[in-house]
């Protein structure tokens, strides 16, 4: 049963990326990434979009609970800093986006709305 109930959660956990990614470029967004890993065996974790906007880099996290504050405290500081240093990895790897601003973004979303929040530069890193 504990496999039919995770398997649920990532399909949700899927669907609020999609919707996210989605709503991102209707802003005006690029995508650069979904579910970005770093090497493996680097403990950095994974970061659900990156995005550019202008000279703004753009590293957000996806969260899909049952309410909007439950989302948001989902994101605790150890998470905070996982994304932040693979976030630093992606700059590295990628030198072209080392002069632009860095911002750190959420998308909640409530499992009774379909359009998650965008909630802009949450924290830093």
């Known amino acids: 049963m504990a496999d039919v109930a995770k398997r649920g959660a990532i399909r949700r956990g899927h669907s609020a990326e ?34 550019r906007r202008g ?18 405290r989902a994101i605790d500081p150890s998470q905070q800093q996982r994304i932040a240093r693979a976030a630093a990895h992606f700059v590295k790897q990628r030198p072209v986006y080392r002069p632009f601003a860095m911002r750190y973004d959420a998308m909640v979303l409530e499992s009774k709305r379909f359009w998650p929040k965008h909630l802009i530069d949450v924290w830093r890193g």
């Open 18 to 51: 999609r919707r996210a990614a989605f709503l991102l470029r209707l802003k005006g967004y690029a995508i650069l990434a979904r579910n970005w890993r770093p090497a493996k065996n680097v403990g950095l974790g994974e970061i659900d979009i990156v995005a």
């Open 55 to 72: 000279g703004t880099l753009v590293f957000v996290e996806v969260k899909a609970r049952a309410a909007e504050d439950a989302a948001i």
